[in-house]
């Protein structure tokens, strides 16, 4: 069953092991991606790719073999790292599952076409912001897979953000044009937290997601207790990419001195 609603979705695995979250011509159009987790079987393989759409395969949890490109472990998406194969149109994957494995495959339509990346801990940008502010509430670690920085041939952005437990990320609120979907995992799977879309609030818990409109802002916390990572992925406009944070400006004093 998938339950969602304008701006939020509490979706659940189908049958075949697919729990789609976006879909540019189903599922949160105007998010401009498509966008699904997927459970692969212990010894279980998949095939991914697509003609048209450059496409990142990130390792939520589990152990995996990317042929062709790489191995990737990972026991716990709160406790170890991230491994994550960005490749361009018409590549296929396989990805065999050598435990129990969780992945994401987020792509969108691009002509261009590049050489296949796959990020790894050794070459992954990591960055911890909020340290020193708000009493310590603000800090997270941001791990950038790939943005208009290093990857400007990409219409995408894919990283993730840990949130220590009782924290907030996207603080001061923040908003920008570009739409950005955010999947939530917790620590534990009776985590909660709550995602904020300018005045409306949203239950966040254990595989939930957000599709975030352009122009809202969207701060979030996390209960104390339990910590919080989320991906986050954003779809860069055609001739305007995302590079920008345009805070709240009743909060933007928080940011002064």
């Known amino acids: ?8 979705g509490y979706p659940e695995f189908n049958a075949n092991g697919g729990m789609p979250l976006t879909n540019t011509t189903g599922l949160y159009p105007n998010m401009l991606m498509n ?30 073999v990317f042929e062709d ?4 472990a990972r026991a716990s998406c709160i406790n170890d790292p991230a491994y994550c194969l960005h490749v361009s149109k018409g590549v296929t994957v396989n990805v065999r599952a050598d435990k129990a494995s969780e992945i994401l495959v987020q792509s969108t339509k ?41 990857a400007p041939y990409s219409n995408m952005v894919c990283g993730e953000i840990l949130v220590p437990q009782g924290g907030w ?20 799977p009776c985590g909660f937290g709550a995602c904020f879309l300018d005045d409306a609030a949203y239950k966040i818990r254990d595989r ?46 928080l940011l002064e001195g």
């Open 1 to 8: 069953m998938y339950k969602s609603n304008e701006e939020f």
């Open 35 to 64: 966008i699904t987790v997927h459970q692969i079987e212990a010894g279980k393989s998949m095939r991914l790719g697509f003609a048209d759409e450059e496409m990142a395969v990130l390792l939520i949890e589990g152990e995996v």
């Open 69 to 72: 490109f790489g191995t990737a």
């Open 110 to 150: 691009n002509d261009r076409e590049f050489p296949a990346v796959f990020y790894t801990p050794e070459n992954t940008r990591r960055d911890t912001f909020g340290q020193g502010q708000f009493g310590g509430k603000a800090q997270r670690t941001v791990s950038t897979f790939f943005d208009i920085a290093n």
């Open 169 to 188: 990320s996207s603080y001061p609120p923040h908003e920008h044009p570009h739409p950005e979907v955010y999947y939530y995992r917790f620590g534990h």
């Open 208 to 253: 939930s997601f957000a599709a975030v409109p352009g122009g809202k802002y969207h701060p979030q916390v996390n209960a104390p207790g339990y910590a919080m990572m989320y991906v986050w992925m954003i779809r860069h406009f055609d001739g305007y990419p995302w590079n920008e944070r345009n805070f709240q400006p009743e909060h933007q004093w």
